[in-house]
T-cell receptor
Framework: ETGVTQSPTHLIKTRGQQVTLRCSSQ?????VSWYQQALGQGPQFIFQ???????GRGNFPPRFSGLQFPNYSSELNVNALELDDSALYLC?????????FGSGTRLTVV | QQQVKQSPQSLIVQKGGISIINCAYE??????FPWYQQFPGKGPALLIA?????SEKKEGRFTISFNKSAKQFSLHIMDSQPGDSATYFC????????????FGTGTRLKVLA
């Protein structure tokens, strides 16, 4: 097992730009979820993918979108960035019952 | 109904003491309750988890107590150590459907040496 790896670790973007965050899950983990964690808050569910299909979504607008690939990697795309999108974005994957989280990507929108 | 309420917001404990963090939920469909530990700049790491068919689960110095009728669960850290200083999150999920986690707001624990 190699854990859940996210890249980049830090990112600064300008309001209105688009960003792609990447995640590499553990082998065999066919379910991946993305969470947004604002400073001092608990993680908030963005969406979940199972076998490359989105099968659950939280209260996030459509400008948040994702992809999951057959090699257990995934992406989170955010269009038209807003200042409030500044947060730690966490990828989590699972095969059985418990999620393993990556260390996150710290996104700052200026 | 989707909220998980966590308290206290922050906690200071002497080395060797017991740290207790409490969570409450409303959705009776929740059937999986994990606790995560998060250090600054890191992602949450699973500490211990419980299903509602048991009232207590212990792993090393960490114990979850679960009260199904009150819809409450708590984390007890025995013999707290300075290395335990971190932010702790409870979560709840339903293992049917989306299986998303609903997290509490976190407890920042500081263990004094």
């Amino acid at each position: 097992e190699t854990g859940v790896t996210q890249s980049p670790t830090h990112l600064i973007k300008t309001r209105g730009q688009q960003v792609t965050l990447r995640c590499s899950s553990q082998s065999g983990h066919n379910t991946v979820s993305w969470y947004q964690q604002a400073l001092g808050q608990g993680p908030q569910f963005i969406f979940q993918y199972y076998r490359e299909e989105e099968n659950g979504r939280g209260n996030f607008p459509p400008r948040f979108s994702g992809l999951q690939f057959p090699n257990y990697s995934s992406e989170l795309n955010v269009n038209a960035l807003e200042l409030d999108d500044s947060a730690l974005y966490l990828c989590a994957s699972r095969k059985g019952i418990g999620y393993t989280f990556g260390s996150g990507t710290r996104l700052t929108v200026v | 109904q989707q909220q998980v309420k966590q308290s206290p917001q922050s906690l200071i404990v002497q080395k060797g003491g017991i740290s207790i963090i409490n969570c409450a939920y409303e959705n009776t469909a929740f059937d999986y309750f994990p606790w995560y530990q998060q250090f600054p700049g890191k992602g949450p790491a699973l500490l211990i988890a419980i299903r509602p068919d048991v009232s207590e689960k212990k792993e090393g110095r960490f114990t979850i107590s679960f009260n199904k009728s009150a819809k409450q669960f708590s984390l007890h850290i025995m013999d707290s150590q300075p290395g335990d200083s971190a932010t702790y999150f409870c979560a709840a999920s339903s293992t049917s459907g989306t299986y998303k986690y609903i997290f509490g707001t976190g407890t920042r624990l500081k263990v004094l040496a």
